[in-house]
């Protein structure tokens, strides 16, 4: 690349436009004039023009955020539209002949109140370009600090992944150029990171590839602190906005061993990586959120040079930010490697991309090596020296790892891996703090702390995972912080479960409460008033109502009732339960359904076939 002129620079630096081709960037995009200068007169104190200027960004950087769901939903039109079928990924897991090696860098914003070399505040989702230090746009004279206290989340996540914790390592430049790196390096710990050879180990429930068997272990080669770059915004006319307030964010990069062999397992990976550092709280959020960034790195070789110990070219997919990506990415990527093998030509070293939806990787350009990079050792830093008795303390301050969670959401509250799993992972966490504290209530409201029957526990978990899902297309609209509550305060949740757990309201009514308290409708604290106020308390019908309308319900179901015949007459093996719930559906609808409670209607209705209809049907 050619050297940079100190016009060109300047011109950089200030006006953010470059005159000179194949200097900045190949392809010398326009970047956004402002964005600088308003970095820098924020620096200086923010102008009321400066200002007006960065709440504009700002919406128009919210309008841009497209959540996965959203996303996903939109994928699946296109493909209904286009007429065509997706495999199934479960099936799509190996390719006959083939050996797929997958090596994983995860990019993880840890949870610091300040950047990694300057005082200045983390910020997520601020007005852009206002929390920017003089270092942070690489003014010439500014120097980095190295700010301590991130080691303290960088520690926790590193022991989380099974880390040992290296008592001295070191800063290293890297060099490259592009405009989210005002410096033209990166701080990095290329050869001596703050720690290495860790373990991740997942199991079944994980989600791994079923030819992974039980319980497969990836090796984490090594875990090192990072800056990270300033965020890029693209506008249609090929202009880029750059918020500054990323730049220099403290990272941790954390590097596996080329260890992963199927696609599903790569996801359920990086997964896991973002559940374990949810839990010792090392990191500010999740893959949704855009805390958690993977590249990915594939590479194929015929199965039978698997004995060799050679792996084949790697290509690496940069910046995945949802775990369908994950494993999107790589099929297609798998896909494409072997293709060309196939057809006589060679992989080269590359570094790809991948767009949501896409049946493609795409080339970016050619695999940066160590050669490129030009890593030197940062000479304005000193080593970096973590005492054993920190890495004891958080050792031993740490919270529970997601597996023992697991473990005890399944043992003590009877909830299924999946929902535990899944509780787990929304929110970034807040939704497991959330069920915590619904449940909190909830026993206490009940006077069932400690009970053995879980029953409880289970409506909650219930509740929190799938009728809160129900309320939005959009998780963030719940509002969820990582303390577990939301815009349905968890007492108003525990007290709408509490009354339906009582028998005392219908679970009809329960969700139209529900609903209620998330549009605003039913105030904070005020969920038995709004009972009150529409008088729907349970009040069942009678035993022979029910009976009444059974006996309704019946006529003319000649067919149905054939189907109970037959069972009882042992011609078919299995009891037609599901011609008994059409029955007590239609029960429900002619009945006064705020009255009815379903399983009662059952089991009245199954005592009268039993009792009554069959017997008069063999009779005739
Ligand atoms: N042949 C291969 N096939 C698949 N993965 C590989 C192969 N060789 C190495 N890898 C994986 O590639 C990753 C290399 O990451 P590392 O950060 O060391 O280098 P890099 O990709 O060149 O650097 P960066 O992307 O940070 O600039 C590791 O996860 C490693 O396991
Ligand atoms: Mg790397
Ligand atoms: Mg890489």
């Known amino acids: 690349m050619s050297c940079v002129s100190t016009a060109d620079l300047s011109r950089y630096l200030l006006i953010g436009q470059v005159s000179r081709r194949g200097c900045l960037y190949a392809g010398s995009p326009r970047i956004a004039a402002y964005t600088l200068f308003r970095s820098i007169r924020q620096i200086r104190g923010a102008s009321s023009h400066a200002a007006t200027l960065a709440q504009v960004s700002a919406r128009a950087v919210a309008a841009t955020v497209s959540p996965l769901r959203k996303q996903l939903k939109d994928e699946a039109r296109a493909l209904k539209a286009s007429g065509k079928k997706k495999k199934n990924k479960a099936d799509n897991q190996a390719v006959p002949g083939w050996e797929l090696t997958v090596g994983i860098e995860i990019h993880a914003q840890l949870n610091t109140a300040r950047k990694l070399f300057s005082p200045a505040a983390t910020s997520f989702n601020d007005v852009p370009n206002s929390h920017v230090a003089l270092f942070d746009v690489a003014m010439p004279g500014s120097q980095p600090l190295f700010q301590p206290d991130t080691l303290i989340p960088a520690v926790r996540a590193a022991l989380a992944l099974g880390c040992a914790i290296q008592p001295v390592s070191r800063f290293d430049r890297k060099h490259y150029f592009h405009w989210d790196q005002p410096a033209g390096y990166q701080i990095t710990q290329y050869y001596e990171p703050f720690a290495r050879d860790g373990r991740v180990v997942l199991h079944a429930r994980d989600g791994i590839a079923p030819a992974d068997g039980d319980r497969v272990e990836i090796g984490i080669r090594q875990v090192q602190l990072e800056q990270d770059t300033a965020k890029t915004t693209a506008q249609p006319g090929n202009v880029h906005w750059l918020d500054f307030n990323r730049v220099g964010l403290p990272l941790v990069e954390i590097i596996t061993r080329p260890q992963i062999r199927h696609p599903a397992t790569a996801a359920a990976f990086v997964r896991k990586v973002q559940m374990l550092l949810g839990s010792v709280d090392a990191c500010v959020s999740g893959m949704e959120a855009g805390g958690l960034r993977a590249d990915v790195n594939v590479s194929v070789r ?281 029955l007590v559906g239609k029960m429900m609808r002619a009945g006064p359904e705020q009255q009815m409670d379903p399983a009662s209607a059952e089991r009245v209705l199954r005592a009268r076939i039993e009792g009554v209809y069959l017997p008069a049907l063999v009779a005739s």
Not at 384 to 405: K, M, N, Q, R, Y
Not at 408 to 416: E, F, H, K
Not at 427 to 432: S, V
Request: proline share 2%.
């Open 302 to 582: 015929r199965a039978d040079e698997a004995g060799t110990g050679r792996l084949g070219t790697r290509t690496e997919i940069k910046n995945l930010s949802s775990f369908k990506a994950v494993e999107d990415a790589i099929i297609a990527e798998r896909d494409r490697q072997i293709a060309v093998l196939e057809a006589g030509g060679v992989v080269e070293g590359e570094t790809r991309g991948w767009s949501l939806g896409s049946t493609e990787t795409r080339r970016l350009r050619g695999k940066e090596g160590e050669a490129d990079y030009r890593y030197m050792p940062d000479p304005d830093l000193g080593p970096v020296v973590i005492g054993e008795d920190l890495v004891s303390h958080l050792a031993s301050s740490t919270g529970v790892l997601p597996d023992a969670e697991v473990d005890s959401l399944m043992d003590t509250y009877g909830l299924s891996s999946k929902d535990a799993l899944s509780l787990m992972l929304l929110d970034d966490g807040g939704r497991i703090q959330y069920f915590y504290n619904v449940l909190g209530e909830l026993e206490r409201g009940l006077g069932l702390a400690g009970a053995s029957d879980q029953r409880h526990a289970r409506l909650a978990a219930n509740w929190c995972l799938h009728e809160l899902g129900k309320l939005s297309d959009l998780s963030s609209d719940l509002c969820m912080t990582r303390d577990g509550e939301c815009r349905i305060p968890s007492a108003d949740l525990a007290a709408i479960l509490s009354h339906l757990h009582r028998q005392e309201i219908t679970a009809r009514v329960a969700k139209d409460l529900l609903w209620g308290v998330f549009r605003g409708e039913v105030s904070v604290g005020g969920v038995a008033q709004a009972i009150d106020a529409g008088s729907l308390w349970f009040h069942e019908i009678s035993e022979q109502d029910y009976s009444r309308l059974a006996d309704a319900v019946v006529q003319g179901e000649d067919r149905v009732m054939g189907e109970f015949l037959r069972f009882k007459q042992g011609k078919v093996k299995a009891y037609p339960q599901g011609k008994l719930m059409f």
